[in-house]
């Protein structure tokens, strides 16, 4: 399948409503606040707190998407808030091409890291292998988060501070 | 001095903010966020992501107030976003006496868990004694979170699961 990547439009938001829907790991709650995400997104084309990026399909159509943005408060600091694959397109490389084109526009926008936060619970337990995979550290875990016997994981990416002070205008 | 505990009112924003603007740990980024929350509050009676508790003087000014809420996608934790005291009020118990509000109310509410998040920076150094003091764990160190040379810690405190679990009903 060829995937290409593009910035979300208002054509989008009942198809990724679709996807969310089918993705099993996914409780209600989660769909509710990622469509809330979009929604923000689409409705006030100046902000900036969230970004989105999407894959699409020959047919334009989405097959995954990312949203992720500024850690509020931080200078450099940047959030994955959510990434999600259409389960029938998994296994093709789509998270791992989305999460490459974050890692790009955060570090092309000074970003010193990438921080990820997910469940313990067995249905990231993929999820979690792959962030691991892709160069990120489980930094944290803080016990019962979610709810009792479900922990919150903390994986970050640092990015060069070679790279990042060169970026900034630094002579060294 | 004498000092009570209230809820908060559309007549304290002004004074909260003079409050806001005369602490020196908080840069202004922090205190425009700090009155937004306030702003969230008054302007949205119903919403329940942020609740307030003011220390008044004898003259029903604020001397100090915090703001906590549940955290998104959680069951049972709560997040302790500000606790500030009007540095004229300093070292008067006012920020143990709202801690201990907000431990009692988030216990009624069934919270399992009170977190907080601060900064490394010496500008918090007796902030982060104080969490230790009142039983606070610091369970995480995010390193250069804030900016380079600025860490996140998160501070935690677990409360009784027997308690918790006589509150939602069950035998035990």
């Not at 097959?63 to 408060?73: A, E, H, I, S």
Request: with cysteine; hydrophobic share 35%; glycine share 6%.
């Amino acid at each position: 399948m060829k995937v290409e990547l593009r910035n979300l439009k208002a054509q989008d938001q009942m198809p990724l409503e679709r996807m969310l829907a089918s993705i099993l790991s996914f409780d209600p709650e989660d769909r509710a606040l990622a469509m809330e995400l979009i929604n923000i997104a689409l409705d006030q084309t100046d902000q900036k707190d969230y970004s989105f990026i999407l894959a699409i399909d020959e047919d334009d159509q989405p097959v995954g998407y990312t949203c992720y943005g500024p850690t509020p408060l931080t200078d450099g600091t940047f959030d994955l808030y959510w990434i999600a694959v259409d389960p029938r397109c998994a296994g093709q490389g789509i998270g791992a091409l989305l999460l490459k084109a974050v890692e790009e526009d955060i570090q092309s926008r000074g970003g010193r890291m990438l921080l990820i936060e997910t469940s313990s619970s067995l249905a990231y337990e993929q999820t979690c292998r792959f962030y691991l995979k892709k160069g990120y550290e489980l930094v944290e875990t803080i016990r019962d988060f979610y709810r009792q016997g479900e922990d919150r994981l903390t994986f970050i990416k640092y990015f060069s501070p070679d790279g990042y002070l060169k970026r900034k205008g630094s002579p060294l």
